[in-house]
């Protein structure tokens, strides 16, 4: 149950004040739901750091065929990079010249102030208990050391579901992380594509709105555990950054199931369900004579249940190039 239109209308600059402050989700949170939050975030000011010195990326790319030949690619990504981060090789650029399209997890340019409405829109729910409330005894004192850290309060939260107050918490702890949006994969996507369209696999509101319709227990084991690792003093950005950028999407997959993803629930709702879905869309495209990039969240690449993986099952031939 949702705040009324009037409620809601008044606490759209609050939401729209918060959007401005998310940079980036951390860990696989980012790459799993944040495609939103992540333009959502492109407002923020701070200053990124560069990138730290890598060996020569490999970041992986699948080709997708059939009897009549390569008919679209598929690559996973990173919404956000240090600045100077060399992610892109020969084969992606090849793959792009040939593409007839740019398949992102959300087409149009995204906008602060139009994720912000769909923010205000479904994360309100008059009279909810203050989020330090919510979480299990054993997982208050995770939340109050990332509330300290982030100089954040309960009454910054006020009426908003879990799923929301989790998104932001870790959104706004990812300003610490030095990772830029506007350095991310889509926004150099966008540019390498040119003239080419840029079509989306999901809209803003339906990615709010995977959150929004979790059940209330989901929505607490997300908030506990996305309190736990933002309290965590590893750099899970950069350690998913450096699986991305060699390729290793067994070490993914393997991250793919840890934390708030260990749940079933959360799991089947971020990733296989909207896998599934994706792979229909994609499937379609396909069918219809269209050549696209695919490049969404590696997450959503990774392991058995992966975007290669449903597209070989729905009978395309699927090869990753080296």
């Known amino acids: 149950m949702h705040t009324s239109l009037e409620s809601s209308a008044l606490v759209r600059p ?82 792009l010249r040939q593409a007839d399209r740019l398949v992102l997890e959300i087409g149009e340019p995204l906008n602060p102030t139009i994720a912000g409405n769909a923010l205000a829109r479904l994360a309100y729910t008059d009279g909810l208990p203050p989020p330090s409330q919510r979480v299990g005894p054993k997982y208050r004192a995770a939340l109050a050391k990332v509330y300290q850290s982030l100089s954040l309060t309960d009454a910054q939260f006020q009426n908003e579901e879990s799923w ?29 594509i040119g003239s080419k369209p840029v079509e989306g696999l999901e809209t803003i509101d339906q990615q709010f709105g995977v959150f929004d319709q979790l059940p209330p227990r989901a929505q607490k084991v997300l908030l506990e555990q996305v309190a736990v690792e933002a309290a965590d003093n590893r750099d899970d950005d950069r350690d998913l950054m450096a699986l991305w950028l060699r390729g290793d999407d067994l070490g993914i997959a393997h991250e793919s199931s840890t934390g708030f993803l260990a749940d079933p629930a959360l799991y089947g709702a971020l990733v296989t369900q909207r896998n599934s879905a994706w792979a229909n869309k994609i499937d379609a495209m396909l069918k219809a004579g269209a050549q696209p990039f695919v490049a969404v969240g590696a997450a959503h690449v990774a392991g058995t249940d992966g975007l290669p993986q449903l597209l070989k099952a729905r009978g395309w031939k699927v090869r990753r190039i080296d």
């Open 164 to 192: 929301a107050v989790a998104l932001q918490i870790a959104a706004i702890g990812g300003l610490k992380s030095g990772m830029d949006p506007e350095t991310g994969v889509e926004p150099q996507l966008r540019a390498a």
């Open 14 to 95: 609050a939401a729209r004040r918060v959007a401005k402050l998310m940079v980036q989700l951390p860990s696989l949170m980012r790459d799993l739901l944040t495609t939103l939050v992540l333009v959502v975030a492109l407002g923020a000011c701070h200053k990124a750091a560069p990138a730290p010195p890598q060996p020569p990326a490999r970041v992986a790319l699948w080709e997708v065929s059939s009897e009549i030949g390569v008919q679209g690619w598929i690559m996973g990504t990173v919404h956000a990079l240090p600045h100077g981060t060399q992610w892109r090789r020969p084969a992606i650029d090849n793959a």
